[in-house]
């Protein structure tokens, strides 16, 4: 029996969440069974981590500047082309490749999902993140819904900006999963805090996130700052990739860490492996703006740590608050502050939170249960094959 081809498209290279978890659900899927493609926008990130896991990664270049972030009226036009050219060699590369599903990464990835006209593909699209309503989450909406057979989504909330379309199509909820170890397995990075020239007596605050605006690493900090008053001993640590598209706001949570928290902040950049990372860690925490159902928190819950995060997306329902992590306001470091000094000046709270949360992330959202629903729903799509 031949395999069934599979073309896994997906919107960023970035090392973050929705790469990350398109990733999980092909490591989901049988190589006895499927035989799995990448392509990528770039070169570097997730498209060398494809490779390394024995996937053919297939690179098509498509500018990760948006039309906005193109000054002047010469460089929208070329933008333009090259948005044309992408999408004129997805086409082709589905056509040769004979694929017989298609798996496309976030509504991100909607220029890959116009390529998809007339081509007569089966088609999932699997959806990470909240949509506000405007005219251009409009137009996204309405590429996903006519160009897919089932619609994935990560948390019920982003399901109701797709509410009219369900009617008239697929739609799946499968919460994202995470690896669930026994605590006495995990060992801690012992070369962490001698990294950040931290001391023996100095609790770790952190977050894993990727650096930009919408994840709120500025009110993070100035959280940060307030809780040192209380608490000098505490220190920041914030892993993840930086914002490139945005480098007015790099230089300002830079110049802010610099400035006003000289040595209390450590940026060590990607983190490649979060649960030793977590190890080091007293209390982990997601400040965003915006978020649907975070991957890093679901680590941040099997490795059993207190957790504090804004309300946003999927997080209350996630972190079952107050039972198995603390929900704040957004923007709002104050409120963030406080949760934290709560935690830290309540030592049996902050382990209950975390024992609360290891069991809540294996009860609901192991990898097993994760690797299970994508399976069922790329075997409805392609059972007559």
Known sequence: MRK?????????????GAPRVQLNA???????????????PEK???????????????????????????????SQIALIFKRIRFILNIRR????????????????????????????????????????????????RWVVAHFSNLIIFDAPADMEYFDNVLKHKSGRFIPNGVMIYDPAQLKPDVDFRKKCDYQSDDIIIASVSFLSRRKGIDVFL???????????????????????????????IFDYAKEEMGGQVYFPGFCADVPSFLECVKIFVLPSRSDSMPLTVLEAMASGKAIVAT???YLSK????????????????????QAICALLSDEKRCRQIGAAAHQRAKDEYSMQKFNERINESVESLIRDL
């Open 44 to 74: 570097g990130g997730m498209s060398d981590i494809a490779a390394e896991k024995g996937f053919r990664v297939i690179i098509i270049d498509n500018p990760q500047s948006g039309i906005k972030e193109v000054k002047s009226i010469f």
């Open 318 to 337: 996630m972190l079952d608050a107050p039972n198995a992590g603390i929900i704040v306001p957004i923007e709002n470091p104050e409120a963030l502050a």
């Open 222 to 252: 100035k959280a940060l700052k307030i809780v040192s008053q209380e608490f000098p001993h505490v220190k920041g640590v914030i892993a993840g990739d930086t914002d490139t598209a945005d480098p007015r706001f790099m230089n300002e």
């Open 93 to 140: 590369t589905i056509k040769r490749g004979d694929y017989d599903l298609i798996y496309l990464s976030s509504a991100a990835s909607f220029y890959a999902g116009m390529a998809l006209f007339a081509l007569n593909k089966r088609v999932i699209w699997h959806i990470y993140e909240y949509l506000q309503d405007n005219m251009y989450n409009r137009f996204r």
């Open 311 to 313: 309300d946003v997306g």
């Open 26 to 40: 092909a490591l989901a899927l049988s190589p006895d069974r499927y035989e799995v493609d990448f392509c990528y």
């Open 4 to 16: 069934i081809k599979i073309l896994m498209i997906s919107h960023s290279s970035e090392l973050s």
